[in-house]
């Protein structure tokens, strides 16, 4: 999926940092979701999450221990060429959201990006999941990846997304396609 000159189109989701400026800082504002940075508190959830023998196929994970993903949490956070944000429904915010409280009463998934290809750094793996079965069928996930990549344009230059999707994940062949026709839609109207 190509992106190149995307970045304007997508520049109004990325919304705002907590003021600190490390890489763990920014979140991103959508109307339905609210994208933000993975942090220990999230971990113990999406570890609950990861139980789940449908999402570990879905997204060609292994099960971890806790204290593994709690390791891997670490790991991606330290990882300069990765970004991982929690996925927030927004109607489940207790309060208003506030930047720096990691929100765990709404969270419902993640989504990531990996630059992995060592030919092309503005490259970037991307994946989503919204593990909570009563936040699915919302237009999280078609919004959530519609911020990622506004915000991988925006902060990384990427020009180019992959997805790893099985030939049977109708709903994530759908989403991701849905994605692209809508990124090419902006392209065209700022054109
Ligand atoms: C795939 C996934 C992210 C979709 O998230 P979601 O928030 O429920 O999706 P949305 O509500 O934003 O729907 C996006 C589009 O996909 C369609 N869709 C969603 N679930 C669907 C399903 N089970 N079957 C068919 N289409 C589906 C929606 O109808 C919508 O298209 P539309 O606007 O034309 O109607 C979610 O089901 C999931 O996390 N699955 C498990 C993990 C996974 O497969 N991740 C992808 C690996 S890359």
Redesign the pocket.
């Known amino acids: 999926m190509e992106v190149t000159e995307a970045a304007p189109a997508a520049a109004a989701a990325v919304e705002a940092e907590d003021g600190n400026g490390r890489k763990g800082s920014w979140y991103v504002l959508g109307e339905r979701a609210v994208l933000v940075p993975y942090l220990r508190e999230h971990v113990p959830r999406y570890h609950e999450w990861m139980q789940d023998p449908a ?1 570990l196929e ?2 060609a994970s292994e099960p971890l221990s806790l204290d593994q993903e709690f390791d891997v949490h670490r790991s991606w956070t330290l990882d300069p060429l990765k970004r991982t944000f929690i996925v927030l429904d927004k109607e489940l915010i207790k309060g208003e959201f506030a930047p720096g409280n990691p929100h765990t009463e709404a969270m419902v ?1 993640d989504v990531n990006i990996y630059m992995n290809d060592p030919d092309d750094m503005q490259l970037a793996e991307i ?5 909570e079965h009563k ?9 959530a990846i519609l911020l990622m990549m506004a915000f991988a344009v925006e902060k990384y230059g990427i020009h180019t997304f992959r ?3 099985s030939e049977s ?4 062949l ?2 991701f396609r ?1 994605a692209s026709r809508m990124l090419h839609t902006a392209l065209c109207l700022k054109r």
């Open positions: 999402l879905a997204t998934g994946e989503i999941m919204i593990a936040s699915r069928g919302k237009g999280i996930g078609q919004e997805a790893k999707i994940n109708v709903a994530s759908k989403l849905k």
